[in-house]
């Protein structure tokens, strides 16, 4: 597959980007930068693709890889450090608020993640590229859910501060989609499987049964995500010829040391692929033991 060129890539591409192209599309909405348009590229994205109009051409002159330190994304929220963002008890309305505030930006970030799975690496079966495209627009449903929520609770997507985490992974594993399929969905998003459990239970011992029916959905759906990059992370070391629980794990010790850390939703990473001997590495793994994760920790 072609490298990545040198130089970030900026919206102002989207005019010669070719209605065919599978990654086309996916830079067209991985570009934008405006949430509800975003949400609608997505869901066309799919839509395309489903009807057969969209197919990969690796070599399409309209979308080359390149660089993107920026995906598209709205002026707010305002990025600061991890540690800097708020956190609330689940028993207040403002809690409340944060907690959902910061699982849309997950989801929202997500959608960019998907369409930059299919847009960076080229020359993959087409099953790949069905796979991601069809995952961006569940990230883009799960966005607009939760955006849905936070205008029930009175706020809005961007009100308060996030970070930049998820995004600065796809930067590190943009060299290697190898790299890219243990990361993103193995480690950060199957995070989401982990602690999404514990966030379920305390929303509703508050009495939030609205935002314990959205975090049901997501948490359900992201099992096939994270089944996705398990199988495609499989399918690149079989053509490499290298293991794959070992790879997993040096790759996430090297590029993301500490990620890996309990609690770890055994039956959940099971359902989404994970061996028996990655299980049994992971409940051996520091602090795998059961606790109860902040709202910002999913991301």
Known sequence: MPPSQSGPMTASANSGLKADCVHCAALRCLLCTETQEKVSLASAMHAEQ????????????????????????????????????????????????????????????????????????????????????????????????????????????????AHDG?????????????????????????????????????????????????LEIILEEEVAHVAAGTRWFRYLCAQRAVDPEATFFALADAIAPGALRGPFNLPKRKAAGFSAGELETLGMRPGAGPRIASAGEAG
């Open 166 to 214: 998820l995004w600065q992974m796809a930067v590190a594993t943009a060299h290697d989609p190898l790299a890219r399929m243990a990361l993103v969905p193995r480690v950060l998003e199957a995070r989401g499987l982990d602690v999404t459990p514990g966030m379920i239970e305390r929303l509703r011992s508050a009495g939030d049964l609205a935002t314990v029916a959205c």
């Open 50 to 161: 489903l009807r057969g109009a969209l197919s990969s051409r690796p070599d399409c002159q309209a979308c080359p890889v390149v660089d993107i330190p920026v995906p598209g994304r709205p002026a707010r929220p305002q990025l600061v450090p991890p540690r800097a963002v708020a956190s609330r008890g689940l028993g207040t309305p403002a809690g409340r608020v944060a907690l959902v505030h910061a699982v849309a930006h997950i989801e929202f970030n997500a959608i960019n993640l998907a369409c930059d799975a299919v847009y960076r690496f080229r020359g993959l079966p087409a099953e790949y590229y069905a796979d991601w495209v069809a995952i961006a627009a569940d990230e883009a449903r799960h966005f607009q859910m939760l955006q849905s929520r936070l205008v029930d609770l009175g706020a809005s997507y961007g009100d308060l501060d």
